[in-house]
C-alpha cells in the first residue's frame, strides 16, 4: 500500500473517531436527561410494591367477571381488525362490531368505576387522599415533557443559525 493511501484511510479513521467522540459529547453533555418515572415527582410512590398498589391487587383478586369483560373487549378488537384487513370491506359488519365493542367498553368503565367505589368505601379520608390524590401527571408531566422538546428545538435552531452564519 503506498503512502497517499495510508493517509487517506488515517483521515478517515481520524474523522470517524471525532464523529463518534462528538456524538457522545453531544448526548452527555447538550440533550436533556430523559424523564425517568422511578425519579420523577409526579410518579412518587407509584411502584409496583407500593401500598397503594397491594391495596389495589388485594381488591381486585379473583374478579372473574371483569377478566371475562377484558376478555370479549380483547376479542372484539381483535374481531375488528380482522374484518377492516379483508379487501372487500363490509362497512355494516364493521360498525356492528365497532358498536359492540363500545358496549363492552363501556361495560368495562362501569365495572371500574365500581371497584373503585367500593375500594374507596373502604377507605378513611387520608388514606382516599394519597390514594387518589396523588395521580400521575394532572398534567404537570405532559408540561414537562413539552417544556424538554420546546428546549429542544430552540437549540436545534440555535445550532441552525449558528452553521448558516458559519457557512456565509
Known sequence: MNKRWLY???FISLAFNLAVLGSFVF???????PLDRMHNPEMEGRGMGDHRMQMWQQHCVDDT?????????ADSKHALMS?????????????T?????????STLERRLGQRLLTLR?????DEAKDFFGKRPGNGRLHMQQGERIRRMRQFNRQNQQNNHRRTQ
Open 27 to 33: 448526548i452527555r453533555f447538550f440533550l436533556p436527561p
Open 121 to 125: 368505601k373502604s377507605m378513611g379520608a
Open 65 to 73: 367477571e371483569m377478566t371475562q369483560i377484558k376478555t370479549k373487549f
Open 97 to 105: 362490531i365497532m358498536d359492540s365493542s363500545l358496549v363492552i367498553h
Open 83 to 95: 374484518e377492516l384487513a379483508k379487501d372487500p370491506i363490509d362497512e355494516t359488519k364493521i360498525k
Open 8 to 10: 487517506i484511510l488515517l
